[in-house]
């Protein structure tokens, strides 16, 4: 209980010296929060990206992008069992050819994990 305090007070120490840094202004105005700051930029770009009609279509299509680029964006595509099966279907012919060479790695597997070659 006594290290999460003290982990508490370091952090704060550091989010303070960082506002320090970042937020001195011009005059003697004092240190700027620098949260108080980034929620007003994104006030601002909003109220600009919400008066023109093509940045609100590019924002949308970032939003698409992101989507795309999730690695399990596949994995909740649900692909029917008919569709399975006509990929399996398909690949009928080459099944047995990689079902051999594959049987040929696992004979050949001890010459290759031998200490000559590694």
């Given at each position: 209980m006594a290290a999460g305090a003290v982990e508490l007070r370091r952090l704060q120490w550091?989010?303070?010296?960082?506002?320090?840094?970042?937020?001195?202004?011009?005059?003697?105005?004092?240190?700027r929060k620098v949260a108080d700051e980034l929620v007003k930029v994104q006030v601002a770009l909003n109220?600009?990206?919400?008066?023109?009609?093509?940045?609100?279509?590019?924002?949308?299509k970032i939003?698409?992008?992101?989507?795309?680029?999730?690695?399990?964006?596949i994995d909740r595509m649900a692909v029917p069992d008919a569709m399975k099966l006509q990929f399996i279907l398909a690949e009928e012919q080459a099944i047995p050819a990689r079902a051999a060479l594959l049987e040929q790695v696992k004979t050949l597997q001890p010459i290759l994990d031998s200490t000559s070659i590694q």
């Open positions: 550091r989010l303070e010296e960082l506002e320090q840094r970042v937020g001195l202004g011009g005059g003697g105005c004092g240190p109220n600009i990206a919400g008066k023109r009609e093509r940045i609100k279509i590019l924002f949308k939003e698409d992008v992101i989507k795309y680029l999730d690695p399990q964006y």
